[in-house]
């Protein structure tokens, strides 16, 4: 006996939806919101108080000034000194109770391992509140 494969009613309408692209859109969409849900809900609000005092103005640490020139001379503050007077002088911040920051200016064509060698010359006296000095473009 032979089958037959093809539709009794060939114009007829076709009554079933295809559903596969909506159920893709839907799973798309969810993940999506997954995904957002979490970024939305970074910041809390929160009314905060009022400060009614003044700001305390902050006492500007002590700044030691250590300077390099292109030649490899070293300066505290406007005064040449030798590397010995260096560590001397480094020697008697360390002994303070609260040393001052050590902020070291070094010239731009300096090799940057002559900063390096400054800096664990500093560090060696433990005292670590040192600041580099740049200037703006």
Known sequence: ?????????????MSEINVTPLIDLAFALLII????????????????PVETARPQERER???QEIAIDEAGDYFWGAEGVSE???RERLELF???SDPPVISIRADARLPY???VDLMDIIKS??????????RGE
């Open 84 to 86: 010995s007077e260096l």
């Open 33 to 48: 919101f997954m995904i957002t849900a979490p970024l939305l809900e970074q910041s809390i609000d929160i009314a905060l």
């Open 94 to 96: 360390a002994l303070e």
């Open 113 to 115: 391992q002559r900063v």
């Open 125 to 134: 006296f433990n005292l670590s509140r040192i600041s580099l000095e740049t």
């Open 1 to 13: 006996m032979a089958r037959v494969f093809h539709r009794k009613e060939r114009l007829g309408a």
């Open 61 to 63: 640490p002590r700044l």
